[in-house]
């Protein structure tokens, strides 16, 4: 026959919406007691609790899938990525650039501070440059840095600071650049430069010197002819 019972209790999604219910249904007809209907809303209320754990789960899992994709990215940049806190200024994380371009292991770069890789760093003049940043008053810094690395060598290297928050600290996220290369051929550019400036300017001395010579015998023998036609006459 048809169903002669039904009851039930709403299930609620985790932001409230109701998205359906936990029935009990009987082709006969039957009567809950006050007991059973509390046993009843009790099991919609675990189920919905249930629900909102399973959500949970997959958005964690989803976070969670998305954070790796993301220090992935981060790891394997080209770039030199460094995340310090602003108040010790210890690295949180130094990617592989970073580490392989200083020389050091994951571990070591994680009792260093930006003032230990930066040469002439000073701890009071770095704070005050990072000021207008940490105040909100700018949204980036930009500055040009020299590196050391492990091995005493050094490079140039530009950087841009930002703030950031990572595993829900407040960081700053420093990206440098090695522009040795580049520092190198702009040197190279001037250098070739100021020294063909310099070659034309001798040049044009030499040429300037010889055109005065040059000029000074034609006047010489123009003076010359005038004698001699002056003789002739």
Not at 10 to 24: F, K, N, V, Y
Not at 153 to 179: C, F, K
Request: charged share 30%; net charge negative.
């Amino acid at each position: 026959g048809g169903i002669r019972f039904y009851a039930g209790a709403p299930l609620h999604a985790p932001d409230g919406h109701r998205i359906g219910a936990l029935c009990i249904k009987d082709t006969r007809p039957r009567s809950l007691s006050a007991d059973q209907r509390a046993m009843l809303e009790n099991m919609a209320r675990i189920v919905s609790t249930d629900l909102r754990t399973r959500q949970v789960t997959q958005d964690l899992d989803r976070n969670r899938d998305r954070v790796a994709a993301l220090g992935s990215i981060l790891e394997e940049s080209l770039n030199e990525v460094y995340i310090f806190r602003p108040d010790d200024l210890r690295f949180l994380k130094v990617n592989r650039g970073g580490r392989d371009n200083l020389g050091y292991t994951e571990a070591e770069v994680h009792a260093l501070t930006p003032l230990d890789i930066c040469l002439d760093a000073d701890e009071t003049a770095f704070r005050e440059r990072l000021k207008p940043l940490l105040e909100g008053e700018v949204e980036e810094l930009e500055f040009d840095a020299i590196h050391w690395r492990e091995d005493g060598t050094r490079y140039d290297a530009d950087t841009h600071l930002q703030m950031s928050t990572y595993l829900g600290e407040v960081v700053v996220v420093a990206i440098s650049l090695d522009v040795s290369e580049r520092r190198a051929a702009q040197r190279q550019f001037k250098e070739q430069q100021e020294t063909m400036q310099a070659d034309l300017e001798r040049l044009v001395k030499q040429r300037t010197a010889e055109l005065r010579q040059a000029q000074a015998e034609l006047v010489r023998q123009v003076a010359v002819l005038d004698v001699v036609d002056g003789d002739l006459l």
